[in-house]
């Protein structure tokens, strides 16, 4: 019988290094597209696509994810007395945005041990997971996540979120090859490896920070023994799957940012400041402006 999707896992315990200094002192899933924390985009992507339950997975370290999701009265009535009722509104929706339960990762052993971490919450429930570096806006319909779900629901086997990348990125992310070809946007997984070369990598198929997972993955992930800079990785679990298990590769619709790095969040915060009624034209005339002093 196939079950219902309920449930969404975002890790965020990793020590956000790409990242430092801004990452010593408050975590990297809490850096704002402008004013708008990432990991506040994760969510609401999951509960968009139906999703009930989010699972965040954070190290002891962070407890300002846990402040920004809770709720603080004091502060929504210093608001209203101020008369700032639409801030504490503002601040109030995000204690009630979703269903939150927090796992804690205490040793960061890499993205499977992560994953690992979750196996009682989520008990034997397929589950997605959303990586927090890749920010995926789909504007003209629905959001990758849910694009996912609803191939789930059709062929009933996990999916790994994937796009092409160029030649020069392929070392940044988990690369795979296909049993044939793709046939609308899907494929099968026959190899995955992680952060290959580009000379060792099998194509230039990367795996984009969503992955919709049965919990089937938590036996092959306690037998994971560790691999690329001496993590867990979930690439490894997914190659040994993939030998007695049909994998669906699903080349997403979706524009997505690498929000983990610095020039992917710069473009990010750019493209959404000029997506805002209330600062497109301002960062416009700016742009217009540096460019005109350079010519
Ligand atoms: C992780 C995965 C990698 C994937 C990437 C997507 O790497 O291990 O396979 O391609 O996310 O963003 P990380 O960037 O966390 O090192």
Redesign the pocket.
């Known amino acids: 019988m196939q079950q219902n999707i309920k449930k969404a896992v975002i890790?965020c315990a990793?020590l956000g290094t790409r990242f430092l200094p801004a990452t010593k002192a408050m975590a990297k899933e809490m850096l704002p597209i402008v004013d708008i924390p990432t990991l506040q985009y994760q969510i609401k992507e999951a509960i968009d696509a139906g999703l009930e339950e989010i699972i965040l997975i954070i190290s002891d370290a962070k407890e300002e994810i846990k402040k920004h999701f809770s709720r603080d009265e004091n502060f929504e009535n210093y608001l209203i007395e101020k008369g700032k009722q639409e801030e504490a509104n503002l601040i109030k929706q995000l204690s009630t945005m979703a269903k939150i339960t927090y796992v804690v990762q205490k040793e960061q052993k890499?993205?499977g041990h992560a994953i690992l971490c979750c196996k009682e919450v989520i008990k034997d429930e397929p589950f997605v997971v959303i990586?927090g570096?890749?920010l995926i806006i789909n504007e003209k319909g629905d959001n990758v996540s849910k694009q996912m779900i609803d191939i789930y629901r059709e062929k009933h086997c996990p999916i790994i979120g994937c796009q092409n990348v160029k030649e020069s990125e392929v070392s940044?992310?988990?690369?795979m090859s296909l049993k044939g070809k793709m046939e609308n946007r899907i494929g099968y997984l026959l190899d995955?490896v992680?952060?290959p070369k580009l000379e060792e990598a099998p194509s230039h198929l990367?795996?984009?920070?969503r992955y919709l997972l049965t919990s089937d993955i938590f036996k092959i992930l306690e037998n994971t023994k560790p691999g690329?800079?001496g993590e867990i990785?979930?690439?490894d679990a997914i190659k040994s799957w993939c030998k007695y298990q049909d994998v669906i590769v699903y080349d997403f619709i979706g524009r997505r940012y690498?929000v983990?790095d610095k020039y992917g969040y710069v473009e990010a915060v750019i493209d959404f400041a000029l997506k805002r009624d209330d600062m497109k034209e301002k960062v416009l005339n700016h742009i217009k402006e540096i460019l005109s002093k350079k010519e």
């Open positions: 890790p990793g890499g993205l990586l570096d890749d940044k992310y988990g690369i995955m992680e952060k990367a795996c984009l920070g690329k800079g990785q979930l690439t690498d983990g």
